[in-house]
């Protein structure tokens, strides 16, 4: 129902990560404002689930099951009292559908409106983003709404700032010749500086602070995207079991080699007829072959395992900028700015997913028999992570 709303998704999500908050979203329905219920969305019970306001799984059906908690209205220029219901109706076969409802709701949302849910004290506090009003208050700082965010605090770490200043003494030094030749070397060259063994584990670089190097440009004079972190799909529900089968089925020669290496997304199928989709109800991510009017399951992921593995990557993260040259044929790095992000929101993950703002590489090659895959990488682009973080912080580095 997100896609109905008649206030744009993305520019709210973008206005609650401006000052670090976390969101989740609802738009109600002519019909469920009628009758005093709406779909507990899968994104909104991630949202509940991982702030440990309530979690659906396990709850009885029926009024018996019923779970109220105290709820406010943000308004322009008061706070409006509220009860929120969380439950599953008595059905046959399906299990009892979560619902959700918030007292007194026709009086402060229309159809379509798009509702923005904050967690804070153990209140849920409802903010109707598409009442002009209401979206404009933030700028009186003695509204309902600044009082409520202006309490949400986010405070720069120590380990931040160590880390911020050897980047600064990094940047001071210039040019710097990369440690070892190809895509990686940009991230080889920035860890070997800052005296990090360089190696494959999944846990974050520098003291706790994941570090994503990057150059500004790639070899083709476009804006590289960034990589939020490889993960392989869930062998177990997919329909190919291998990145060898992958390759057999949509690979290609070229340069001596083998090889599937291609950009998935779930707006259209790309070159190799590969497209993502995403299914809110079981919570999957899958991709697709759909061509002349052929349509086969390729492999699945579990979002759940995406969003889990996001958070451990991406708790805090530097992302580094890099200009490049060469010198005698060699590349040379100058690191030059950095996008400080912190607490992704993991809940609007499978959104970006299915707007094709997040994609999947594939990175496949056989050669002298063996298969490797250095995939699947989820992407991103620099201009979107502010999408995905609320309120990443832009440092310019000390230039040479």
Known sequence: MLKKSDFELNKAIRFFNSFAINASFIVPTELGL?????????QLRIFLKENNIHNYEGQLQG?????????YF??????????????RPVTKGRGGDPRIWFSKLPQYAKANNLLGIVYFDNDLYLINLSKHDVFLSIDNPNSPLSTLFGKINSNQSTVSEELLGKLNIISQEGWIKTVTQGDTGVGATLEHCLGLEINSSKQPDYKGIELKAKRQVSKFGTVTRSTLFAQVADWDISLLKSSAQILDAYGYHRNGAYRLYCSVGSIKPNSQGLRLTVDENDDLLHEIYQKDNQKQDVVSWRIENLRKRLLSKHNETF?????????KGVEHFHYTNILHTKKPSASIFHSLLSQGIITVD???????????????????????????????????????
């Open 34 to 42: 009628g009758k005093s219920i709406m779909d507990a969305t899968s």
């Open 63 to 71: 009024p018996e099951g019923k779970v109220i908690k105290d709820s």
């Open 74 to 87: 943000v308004e322009a220029l008061k706070l409006t009292p509220s009860k929120t219901s969380f439950y």
């Open 319 to 327: 992302w580094v900028g890099a200009t490049c040259k060469k010198v």
């Open 362 to 400: 594939h990175l496949i090659k056989k050669q002298n028999g063996a298969v490797r895959e250095k995939g699947p990488l989820f992407k991103i682009k620099p201009s979107d992570l502010e999408l995905l973080f609320p309120a990443p912080t832009s440092y310019i580095l000390n230039k040479k």
